[in-house]
């Protein structure tokens, strides 16, 4: 909104023209969402609490000093993310471009439906909320729209390399090789592209919830994967720099920097208020909505697989589910102690500060991993 309001201006008013820079929009939106996540956060605490009355309902089949230690913390805490973000973004981004309302899109739709959820789980105090094959059924929904008009929003850039908007590239692998192979700067998969990409969305989104069991354990990991996204978005949304690097170029995608700005500064003021022991929780509200952030940013800046790297942690932590599952339904065993993974560790005897930072250390190196990508090709 600045932009647009300030910018007409830079002529006359000097100082209207760092507007135009997205580094100092993005700037802004980290402190902008900081500085509305802190002036909020204790009055929305307080009237969670007074609402919630007994607060999130604790799993009794999770570790039992949780049901002592937990009980009566409110949740929804994802409201206050979503507040500080949501004005963050639309006040210094460009509102002009189609991969801001794509994203903010998917935001806010997760967001709404993890409300939903948490109220459920609040007001009828347990663990169930939405029925699970809703919920994905809304999930898949909103990220087949999204990646739909991805799709055809790189289709319609006339400066886009020609394939990108239905090809996944491959991190590792020199852009040269699919061109001679497939003449696209990546795997080729049509309009196969749309539910590849309600898949990185959804799975995305799904993870990060999975995450969200201990105290600050998804907030920083989700700021770490926002941070490496806003570098990337921010080079492969410039021509040159995607040139250098050899990455393909997604025009427009560099204002989604500004949306990853406005997580990391949404999720810091969360952190402080989030931080063991937690005040508050950010619950399905925030976990749902900022893990389909993150999967939408990927897909629309064609970094999609590398999102399993960056996420490495999330995909842990969903893969240790699964292991789980299967693995009691065909041999009547449980691998892990308890899952998701983290809870495993608990049950082992570590303290609950020990796995969040070591989880965090874990996000930070695999965020480093996947920032290499862009080099090695």
Not at 128 to 140: D, E, I, W, Y
């Amino acid at each position: 909104m600045l932009y647009h309001l300030l910018t007409p201006y830079a002529d006359q008013f000097q100082l209207f023209n760092v507007f135009r820079y997205l580094t100092f929009r993005t700037g802004g939106a980290i402190m902008t969402a900081l500085l509305i996540a802190f002036l909020l956060g204790p009055s929305l605490i307080r009237w969670m609490r007074r609402k919630q009355g007994r607060g999130q309902p604790i799993r009794e089949d999770g570790p039992q000093n949780h049901i002592i230690e937990k009980a009566g913390t409110p949740t929804m805490g994802g409201v206050l993310i979503l507040l500080s973000l949501v004005v963050a973004t639309f006040l210094w981004a460009r509102l002009d471009n189609i991969y801001v309302w794509i994203v903010m899109g998917v935001t806010l739709a997760f967001g709404a439906l993890g409300f939903i959820d948490d109220y459920l789980k609040v007001t009828k105090q347990n663990a169930s909320g939405v029925v699970g094959s809703l919920k994905l059924a809304v999930q898949f929904a909103v990220a087949l729209t999204a990646g739909w008009f991805c799709m055809d929003a790189l289709s319609a850039a006339p400066d886009a390399p020609a394939g990108l908007a239905t090809a996944v590239p491959v991190p590792f692998v020199p852009l040269d090789i699919f061109q001679n192979w497939f003449n696209a700067p990546g795997v080729p998969l049509g309009l196969l592209i749309i539910p590849f990409a309600a898949f990185v969305i959804v799975g995305a989104s799904n993870t990060v919830n999975l995450t969200d069991g201990l105290d600050g354990l998804a907030t920083v990991p989700v700021m770490i994967a926002a941070g490496t996204y806003a570098l990337i978005v921010y080079l492969v949304g410039n021509i040159i720099y995607a040139d250098y690097l050899g990455v393909p170029y997604v025009p427009g995608a560099g204002e989604l920097a500004v949306i990853c700005g406005a997580i990391i500064g949404a999720g810091l003021g969360f952190l402080w208020y989030n931080a063991p022991p937690a005040a508050i929780f950010m619950g399905d509200t925030g976990s749902l909505a900022l893990g389909g952030a993150i999967g939408a940013i990927a897909v629309a800046s064609k970094h999609e697989i590398v999102l399993a790297i960056v996420g490495g942690l999330f995909v842990l932590e969903g893969l240790s589910v699964m292991i789980q599952i299967a693995s009691f339904k065909l041999t009547g065993k449980r691998v892990f102690r308890m899952a998701p993974i983290h809870h495993h560790f608990e049950h082992l005897g570590w303290k609950e500060s020990t796995i969040v930072i070591r989880f965090w250390i874990i996000a930070m190196v695999l965020a480093m991993i996947g920032l290499a990508t862009l080099k090695l090709r």
